[in-house]
């Protein structure tokens, strides 16, 4: 069965990627989604056979490495971690194979891009069941491979090539600082495997284990779109403009990379690495400092965002932020929890989205939506849903999690955790903001789009809507029936080992019970408040927003944050010009000046030079060549006096040290006597 969850994935993508002309569009679709679906009942029945009775599965493939007391093989492990990142991930993949049959209905390609989905579902699941460093690293190079396809799915556009480009090379540099965590632990430690990695790690200084846990920090901040390596997410959704309209990168694929597979695998690293980053507390400030900055940070450019994606794709920045906040608090199953969380209600929001943009002939901006709710009430309905979700209201799926990530905070009760829920809620309450300001333009406000999107305005067929049900089951029920299990004072889920919380950083007991319950509910009554405002503010005062942004300050202001801080315009202008420029005079001076210098025409310049030299010499004249030969004569007997000199001197210097030595002993004889 374990097996059978690693190979059929692949099986579809081959089947797709290679015979898709045999197969044709329907038999792409129907094995693509027939393998992912019973990928995911098997990892149904895993969670279930592994989670609950505690009993890891190890699978041993083949060596891959081997030599001495290092080895390395293709061993994968099955325990209460992995299978509990297996149900989101492969339920949202599932669900988003579903879901393109009928949003890339008219596409061409769909046997590529079924292949491209099934194999990022690969690529994903080796990831998180390698039992080792190095197989885990495969399946995180593979996700950027495949994120490179998916975001250039439709690769003659410039912009969709410009988008994957960027998410490549950003998370480059978080994986060049991943290699050398590997390298580090491999120097130290002297293997890759997790048990043996993390049994030695209590042995080892922590300075190494702190530059182990940054490298491996870094590495997350671009996979999991941390501030400072955020910016291949909000590309990710950028796009051109083709006869008005938009023109972006697949729905699906947003769904699938930015909610539940890839900008969770980072997290995922953090938590797989507990036994070794919670030896290190420097890491673990860095983490909750990290998180706090992401959060307020993403929250606050998403509430000046006007594309509907790009918004939600800077909400799920910020609940990244949230779980890195967990893991910075030691609460490594909060953030697990909330991982699992989120991305049913995030994978919602952006099939919701997509459904959107599917009825108004491919248009993403929120200013030209307005009066949708009576053409899509379905859409609405489960939108409605995941942003209730999203704002952590009481008893929804994201309320279980998410409100207990500020509690630990504050239950911490050290200065930088309580400064961390501060900003914590002030990030909520933006991103109750925004998602206000989605749900209020896009279906109450007044209708703003040209007549003909709310004449074709329609939902979508099966394909597009049963997913959206199927998710906002998830986002309203998920979080009630799964809290005990991941964060239930008593619960045995995790006792496998698969995460490990330090004694001294165990703070569950205190979240629970010491928290003060103004500190409770406060963030929820903000959510209210600030919803209520959110609504209230436009309908009362329509103008002052407006009236306030063409005023000098305000066109500051809002022109700031609507270009993220200018956080691009700064790497764009000191960072990659500045290199681009050092390369190219670099590259003109390699290939115009020192290769040739050091290559042929220096060679041969010298040669020529030395060969006329040499060729002065021989004037024809006697006493020339004598003086040559008296000059050499000198030189040489001068070589040779300097060889017996040096000789002398040393043996001079030997014999005197022996003397020495034994006067020196004979004295002490003398005493002795």
Known sequence: MYLSILILPLLGSIVSGFFGRKVGVTGSRILGCLSIFITTILAIISFFEIG????????????????????????????SLTVSMLIPVLV???????????????????????????LFTFMMI?????????????????????SYLLVSFWFTRIAANQSSLSAFLTNRVGDAFLTIGMFVILWSLGNLDYSIVFSLTPYI?????????ICLLIGAMAKSSQVGLHIWLPMAMEGMYIKNQHIFLPTPVSALIHAATMVTAGVYLLIRSSPLIEYSSTVLLICLWLGAVTTVFSSLIGLFQQDIKKIIAYSTMSQLGMMVIAIGLSSYNIAIFHLVNHAFYKGLLFLGAGAVIHAVADNQDLRRYGGLISFLPLTYTVILIASLSLVAFPFMTGFYSKDFILESAFGQYYFSSISVYVIAVIGAIFTTLYSVKVLYLTFLANPNGPINYYKNAHEGD???SLPLVILAIFSIYFG???????IGLGSGFFIDNSIFIHPMHEILIDTEFAVPILFKLLPFILTISFSVLAIIYPE????????FKFTKIGYYIFGFFNQRFLVEFFYNKFIVNTVLDIGGQTTRILDKGSIEWIGPYGIGVVLQKVSKI??????????DYALYILIAVCFYISIFTFVFIFNDLISIITLSSIIVLIGASNYMNKIEN
């Open 52 to 79: 609950f009775s505690n009993n890891p599965v190890s699978l041993n493939i083949f060596k891959w490495l081997d030599s001495e007391t290092f080895n390395i093989a293709w061993n994968f492990q099955f325990d």
């Open 92 to 118: 949202i993949s599932s669900l988003v194979h579903f879901y393109s049959i009928g949003y890339m209905s008219h596409d061409p390609h769909n046997q590529r891009f079924f292949s491209y989905l099934s």
């Open 126 to 146: 080796i990831l998180v069941t390698g039992n080792n460093y190095l197989v885990m690293f495969v399946g995180w190079e593979g996700v950027g491979v495949c």
């Open 205 to 213: 200084h922590e300075n190494i284990i702190t530059i182990i846990g």
């Open 462 to 464: 099966i394909f597009l």
């Open 480 to 486: 009630y029936l799964t809290k005990d299990i991941f």
């Open 540 to 547: 009362f005062m329509p103008s002052s927003v407006t009236n």
């Open 614 to 623: 040499m060729s002065s010499l021989h004037k024809g004249v006697v006493t």
